[in-house]
């Protein structure tokens, strides 16, 4: 998944007038403004009652579903191989987010501050903040790109991390 493709798939799902939000190693990426590792996947966090527009959206550009562990995510890969990992958000009046999880009783919470934007290849886009991504990053081991990405944020936002 090359920075074109995050930039294309993303002005196809803004063109089909859906809210989305780039989470994983692309927005750690946007977050600190480069790209620093390659990238299997794009993770996107979209509004769950728009998934039916983005999934026709995607669909319509040769994206077919690979995967379905709904209500927690999706995926979608196109005849190239790019890959997108879909997340259904449903979202508070307060502007915050809940995912659901593969335990029900502990759904994925989003803070309404997590919302955010970053840069690739010098546009502008929606992601998750640097304080969910480390959030996000919490209670597994950590593969070689997890390390990396955090050494990533620590190294920009000087912030602390898990690992």
Known sequence: MTASDVLSV?????RAHTEV???????????????????????LMHRAEQ???????????GFAETLDWRPVRFVVTDPGGRELDLH????????????????ADHPFLYPASCFTTGVIEGTVVPC??????VHFHQG????????HDM??????????THF
């Open 88 to 103: 259904p958000l449903s979202f508070a009046a307060d502007g915050s987010a809940v995912q659901a999880s593969p335990d």
């Open 51 to 61: 998934e039916p527009t983005v999934a026709a959206a995607l669909a319509d550009a």
């Open 151 to 160: 050494a990533q944020l620590r190294r920009v936002f000087g912030i602390a």
């Open 128 to 133: 998750l903040s640097a304080a969910q991504q």
């Open 140 to 147: 597994y081991e950590p593969a070689d790109r997890d390390r």
């Open 21 to 43: 939000w780039i989470g994983g190693g692309w927005g750690i990426d946007a977050l600190v403004g480069e790209q620093t590792r390659p990238h299997r996947d794009l993770d």
């Open 10 to 14: 993303l002005a196809l799902l803004r």
